[in-house]
């Protein structure tokens, strides 16, 4: 059994490459939820859908959100009448939705991702990181945003002073998906508003400190591969270097991936975990996501 933590763009990537060298029947992914909000009347779960739409070999990976070829007729027809989406939702993305937000009126958050799971045909588990809503806030320069207005509205333009998200409870099977895992793996996702509120979960952290954890840096040189991230980690005073992110995960960590380019980086890296493994990690073809992915099973004792 191997467990995947997750955010929405990055991982993903490696789930993609995983697929291809293990079974994914022993594949549990826990996925963050801390942006999940409703928008046009529909629960946006934007990170569990990109790993759904993945592993259902259905994502966009062009844009690594949404349904590959869908249509935006509902969204193009808000704007036309006055009722502006600030997502755009593609059609088949959107009847995903709607489906979850009625699964979880009479469900939960939890079942609603295993009943979709099972309709598209997923062998893996995927668990939301909780079922209770999250809030999570950036701080900037021009004053506080919702994170999705900060990503989209504003481009991730602002200065970030600060980033605040509220506590949730785990949801149900999460300590033990850990506790019963081979090994876990940690994307690389963004670290602070991906990675970083499953680790605040309560359980989580010590539940890793006794389950072999490897993880991915998303950071080469000082800068995220994609994303804001290099602006979150540079607002809570986190360096902006693959070893700023093994600081973060540096209670359980027992090896690390960096990229090829950061092997400058690898003794200080080796000051906070054992282990460091450097390769190419921009996963731009299925061949690199399949050698990151091999790279990682094997570095599993």
């Not at 991936?257 to 996963?283: L, P």
């Amino acid at each position: 059994m191997i467990t995947v933590l997750s955010g929405g763009t990055g991982t993903p990537k490696l789930l993609q490459g995983l697929k291809e060298v293990i079974d994914t029947k022993d594949l549990t992914i826990i996925v963050n939820t801390l942006e999940n909000d409703f928008f046009s009347g529909v629960y946006v779960s934007a990170d569990i859908d990109t790993v759904l739409y993945t592993m259902a070999d259905m994502i966009n990976d062009e844009l690594w959100y949404g349904v590959k070829g869908d249509t935006f007729i509902t969204h193009e027809r808000l704007g036309e009448i006055g009722c502006p989406e600030l997502l755009r939702i593609g059609d088949i993305d959107r009847a995903t939705k709607i489906q979850k937000t009625q699964l979880m009126e009479k469900y939960g958050l939890l079942k609603a991702c295993e009943i979709q799971a099972k309709n598209m045909g997923i062998d893996a588990k995927i668990i939301p990181m909780s079922e209770e809503n999250s809030d999570i806030k950036i701080i900037t320069d021009i004053g506080e945003l919702e994170f999705h207005d900060f990503l989209i509205k504003h481009q991730s333009q602002p200065e970030v002073l600060d980033v605040k998200f509220s506590k949730v409870k785990p949801s149900e099977g999460i300590i033990d998906a850990i506790k019963n895992s081979e090994a876990v793996i940690i994307g690389p996702s963004n670290p602070i508003t991906s990675i970083l509120p499953i680790l605040s979960l309560d359980g989580v952290r010590e539940a890793l400190k006794d389950t072999y954890v490897i993880a991915v840096s998303p950071i080469i040189g000082n800068d995220s591969v994609s994303g804001p991230a290099s602006k979150f980690m540079e607002a809570l005073d986190i360096d902006v270097s693959a070893v700023g992110v093994a600081s973060v995960y540096d209670d359980f960590l027992d090896a690390f991936v960096i990229d090829d380019k950061d092997n400058d980086k690898k003794v200080e890296i080796n000051q906070i975990v054992n282990k460091v493994i450097t390769t190419n990690t921009i996963m731009n073809n299925l061949d690199a996501k399949i050698n990151l992915a091999q790279i990682i099973i094997d570095c599993i004792p």
